[in-house]
């Protein structure tokens, strides 16, 4: 095993039935520099002559322990791990090395895990990404994950990356003072909108969730079926933030902003973590906020922090939550070792002596994600068993927002942060965050409609 760093310097279009026509012009039946091999738009697949040997695996730094577990496991399997920034915060490295991958016809990694959920947008068309539906992967395997998780993943029809984990949004909130003040855990954005108007008059101070990060439109717009990232095809996208299922948003938000109690600051930032963290009665946020941000960054004492299903508005047919992360994993068409990368793609990706014992992240094999939950009550940290509602809230994250090249979360925080921070409501940022949106979708090549 060889484990070394590499230096470190944006989400796919969302489900099977797409039509890839501009692919299929682009990248045609073979991989892009790999003379007869690779990934067609039907899915189509012809291997690279199996050769055999040592397989490359690039990962970041927080799976890392994920090779090297798989590697201790398995001391007859041959691996160079490579550490990388993982495409954190939509760096695009791993496109930019695939490009230069593709002009020397040398130098794909045969497995990667990407931070992002969008590379199959430009990795099929890259010709680097193998399909695992066509005789890689066993069905029996590839049922086991979350309904909807591998839809980012997914072209029509072929499967082309994994996902690693969830990051499914429910309902943080402090039990005791909850219970001690006589409040019911909401149900509804209504009746969350009422209780933080209550606690702005009878407990000043104390905080009911947070608009102040990038991710606020994946917590809150995404959750309320928002039109404003519906990806429609390869290179189109549809964009209306002024219907009301975005403006009923908009203006709860506004609601707890002018009444104090929706932070406007980052819930990773300094001045977060001294001055309000123990002040938060309840917190929307993805899964991931019970043990990354409650208990390692705010040290929220254990017995505390409990999780509900994420409210709905009343009178909507079907419940729908948001996503905050999650990641990838991708087997390269351009691997002379499918049978060895294929083992450790699996492995990684459903195992329980990783995936349930050792991620950070709730898994996204459901199977995983069972070992993972009983974890967490193990560790006697969360003040109610958090198993039901994340694993309700796994399954039911709103299909209708998409997986492009641009990030939403680089466009809310240059569009609509500064505008919050200087006092506007969103609401009357709304047609800006459109226009935004518009502008960063065309610059990335999409067509735009409403």
């Known amino acids: 095993m060889t484990v070394h760093a590499r230096a470190t310097g944006a989400r796919g279009w969302r489900y099977a039935g797409l039509v890839l026509g501009v692919v299929a012009a682009l990248a045609g039946v073979t991989a892009c520099g790999n003379g007869g091999s690779g990934s067609s738009a039907q899915g189509g697949f012809q291997p690279v002559p199996q050769t055999g040997g040592k397989i490359t695996v690039w ?73 695992l539906n066509k005789g890689q992967i066993p069905e029996a395997t590839l049922n086991g994950w979350t309904a909807g998780a591998n839809d980012p993943c997914t072209v029509e029809g072929t499967l082309y990356c994994l996902r690693n984990d969830l990051a499914q949004t429910v309902l943080w909130y402090n039990a005791p003072l909850m219970q001690s003040w006589g409040y019911q855990v909401p149900k509804t954005w209504e009746d969350y909108r009422a209780l933080g108007q209550r606690v702005a008059t009878e407990h000043p101070g104390y905080l009911v969730g947070s608009a102040g990060d990038n991710f606020t439109p994946e917590i809150y717009f995404w959750a309320s079926k928002c039109g404003a990232n519906e990806i429609t095809g390869p290179k189109s996208v549809k964009v209306d933030t002024t219907s009301p299922n975005c ?32 002040k938060i009665l309840m917190m929307p946020g993805p899964s991931w906020f019970g043990g990354s941000v409650f208990q390692e960054a705010f040290k929220t004492p254990a017995g505390q922090i409990a999780a509900a299903p994420l409210p709905q508005w009343a009178g909507d047919p079907a419940p729908s939550v948001g996503n905050v992360g999650g990641g990838t994993w991708l087997l390269s068409a351009h691997s002379a070792n499918l049978k060895d990368a294929t083992d450790f793609l699996t492995w990684v990706t459903t195992s329980d002596e990783y995936q349930g014992t050792v991620s950070p992240g709730y898994p996204a094999y459901a199977p995983a994600a069972k070992t993972w939950l009983a974890k967490q009550s193990s560790g006697k940290y969360y003040a109610n068993d958090v198993g039901a509602p ?61």
């Open 59 to 131: 990962v970041d730094s927080t799976r890392l322990p994920a090779a090297q577990l798989y590697q201790k496991q398995h001391p007859a399997a041959q691996l160079d791990i490579v550490t990388y920034d993982g495409d954190a915060n939509g760096s695009n490295y791993l496109q930019t090395k695939v490009g230069l991958f593709n002009r020397t016809r040398s130098g794909w990694p045969d497995v990667v895990f990407s931070s992002q959920n969008n590379e199959v947008s430009w990795a099929v068309q890259a010709g680097f990404t193998a399909p």
């Open 390 to 450: 994340l694993t309700a809230a796994a399954p039911q994250v709103w299909r209708g927002w998409g997986y492009g090249q641009f990030s939403q979360e680089a466009i809310w925080a240059a569009t609509v942060t500064p505008g919050l921070t200087a006092g506007k409501t969103i609401e009357s940022m709304l047609p800006e965050w459109q226009t935004a949106i518009t502008n960063y979708a065309k610059s990335n090549g999409y067509e735009v409609t409403r």
């Open 247 to 278: 403006t009923r948003m908009a203006s709860l938000l506004d609601t707890l902003v002018k009444n104090r109690t929706m932070a406007t600051s980052s819930v990773f930032s300094s001045d977060f973590a001294k001055n309000s963290a123990d």
